[in-house]
């Protein structure tokens, strides 16, 4: 794990074959795995949600029992957010850390690869659920006890799943604070790092404090269950709105673990296109920062509903909506960013801006979720269903997406095709908001979350955000195409620093990139 | 070739850095459990989610009884699914001063076939009335053991605190019976004296 740290400056070869994945040290490749690992999980969540959407593509029970539609809501939830989102950002930090901060790799490299190969194992685990008596797991991502102590053989699995994945985060994360800590080139001071890296050292604090808080909850349900705890049991003097406490410490930190990295990549992108510098990088850190700090205090607005005393209600509100200082000044800082830039629409810019409006909206409903009287009417309906799709789709996917498009090229050489990614995005944009925003309309009338079946007053909406999920789930598919052809070498080859409002040392370097780069530390501008 | 040093360094550094970082993992994981006890003390203090407090016959005397005023307590009493027990108030509610000891009662009958042994956990609503309700005795503090048709009455005397807030007129004290399997009784145990 540490004599490793440096490879060897004349070693150009690599190994190849099954072991070079299997045994790699080389962030690049680790990157890689994380990444394609990240888009086959996309594409199997996206296929859980399909059916959901296909059985609510009209009221009565159509394709699917309600309890196999409980398995794919639950499935859908932990599949896209433990095995989609969250690796897709590891894999990011993975290329692009080192490569930004003139690192020759991660500073633990062997650590690097087992938090990789955690993940095959623990999405086995949880998968192979959907296989056994009683089926997967069905009661909602939350994993509320006592409800989720009522699941058949997939319990266990799922603890276990959930331990696996906390420790390949946790890994992750002390990966990349030491990396960015120590092995920056000379001359890179923390005032010069790029903001993906400063947002990613931030999740990386937020990982390491949030998840083995989940880590811990799941470990008591497990207890409750098999060794005759009474955490949750309130038989035993237990409590069951404990577990709801506990598991939100650590829910909105991880919310946030899921976004911070998206504010990264778009403080990027947005500088690169409108060709100035970024505006504000000072008080970017200093809201994103705030923005992490702030979420360790204000779980409880997840659970308004649970009968909390007056005082709390007003604590949690307020804190909750003071969130969105720290958050205007990142978009405010963007759109700064853009005025008066000499602006381009390429494909990355595309989804960048996207972004930033999307995510408005869902900030938006989020404040309006945040308001502990309205909430009464809007707890558990599609709206907060609406509300963190917006965030977290048209938010972290987003801008996951757009940091693939604007990397893409520096990763395989190769240009995409231009007018296939804005195809792509187009239809993704119109359809993810014929997919979403009706449900904004289904929750403000009051249709509950996590139900098969529904009042045929809510046919009409249901039916359009069907339609529009079809549709969104198919344009994945150019994605997946645009992807499989930049890796298989065609398109136009790629300079070294691809756009021309490019800043940054990892442009500096060839497209692709050596396999082994910055053995010597390069000289920082 | 003064790269070696250098290496060498920066890999004790990582080394340690790492070592740190996964301590402080650990750290976390630690809170996560610590929490447990904090959100007991918390309900206790606050009384959230309803949760009653214990004093002992010295402390309820101290209180004067505010005559001025009446507070009409209700009682409740439920089951849990896999109970076989009858369980109902012997009253359904009283009318009491504040500060005045009250006994009131409830009954439990097994209407199953076997042995089976009973805890009630209690409840205070409105949850911001919680925090003035003590209990002095309790069929609620131990564990209730009732052979097949065996009945029995249980006892709880309880006081309202006379600074409960003038805006709360009735109270609802409820009781639900858990059946106590096993081994989850003495882990159990510690916790229950504090309901």
Known sequence: MTELALPHPHDHTHPSGITRWLFTT??????????????????????????????????????????????????????????AVMPAFVGLANWMIPLMIGAPDMALPRLNNWSFWLLPFAFTLLLATLFMPGGAPSGGWTMYPPLVLQM?????FLIFAVHLMGLSSVMGAINVITTVFNMRAPGMTYGKLPLFVWTWVITAFLLIAAMPVLAGAVTMLLTDKFFGTSFFNAAGG???????????????????????????????????FARKPLFGYTSMIYAVASIAFLSFIVWAHHMFTVGMPLAGEL???????????????????????????????????????????????????????????????????????????????????????????????????????????????????????????????????????????YAVQFSGWNMVSSLGAFAFGASQLIFLYIVVRAISGHGAKASAQVWEGAQGLEWTLSSPPPYHSFNEPPKVP | MNVQPRTANIAAGNRRLAWQLAAGALLMTGFGYLLVPLYQVFCEYTGFNGTTSRINHG???????????????????????DLPWEFSPVVASVRVHPGEMVLAQYQARNLGNRAIVGQAVPSVTPGTAAAHFRKIECFCFSRQPLDP???????????????????????????????????????????????
């Open chain 1, 152 to 156: 058949g053989m997939a319990f266990p």
């Open chain 1, 238 to 272: 237990g409590d069951p709105v404990m577990f709801q406490h506990v598991f939100w410490f650590f829910g909105h930190p991880e919310v946030y673990i899921m976004i911070l990295p998206a504010f990264g990549i778009v403080s990027q992108i947005v500088p690169t």
């Open chain 2, 149 to 195: 048709g065996q009945a029995l009455t249980l006892p709880v005397q309880f006081q309202v605190d006379t600074d409960l807030p003038r805006e709360i007129g009735t109270l609802t004290l409820s009781y639900t019976f858990f059946e106590q399997r096993g081994g989850r009784i003495s882990s159990a145990r510690p916790r229950l004296t504090k309901l």
């Open chain 2, 59 to 81: 402390q309820a005397a101290t209180q004067g009884i505010d005559r001025t005023r009446w507070v009409t307590v209700e009682f409740a009493a439920n089951t849990s699914v």
């Open chain 1, 315 to 453: 604590f949690f509100m307020y804190s909750t909506v003071l969130i969105a200082v720290p958050t205007g000044v990142k978009v405010f800082n963007w759109v700064a960013t853009m005025w008066r830039g000499s602006m381009t629409f390429e494909t990355p810019m595309l989804w960048a801006l996207c972004f930033i409006i999307l995510f408005s909206i869902g900030g938006f409903s989020g404040l309006m979720l945040g308001l502990a009287p309205v909430d009464f009417q809007y707890q558990d309906t599609y709206f907060v269903v609406a509300h963190f799709h917006y965030v977290l789709v048209t938010g972290a996917v987003f801008a996951i997406i757009a940091g693939v498009y604007f990397w893409l090229p520096k990763w395989t050489g190769r240009m995409y095709d231009e007018r296939l990614g804005k195809l792509h995005f187009w239809l993704s944009t119109i359809s993810v908001n014929v997919l979403f925003f009706p449900q904004h309309f289904l929750g403000l009338a009051g249709m509950p979350r996590r139900i098969p079946d």
């Open chain 1, 26 to 83: 080389n962030h690049k490749d680790i990157g890689t795995l994380y990444l394609l690992f990240s888009v086959s999980m996309l594409f199997i969540g996206g296929s859980f949600a399909m059916v959901v959407r296909a059985e609510l593509f009209q009221p009565g029970l159509q394709f699917v029992s309600p309890h196999f539609f409980n398995q794919m809501a639950t499935m859908h939830a932990l599949v896209m957010i433990f095995g």
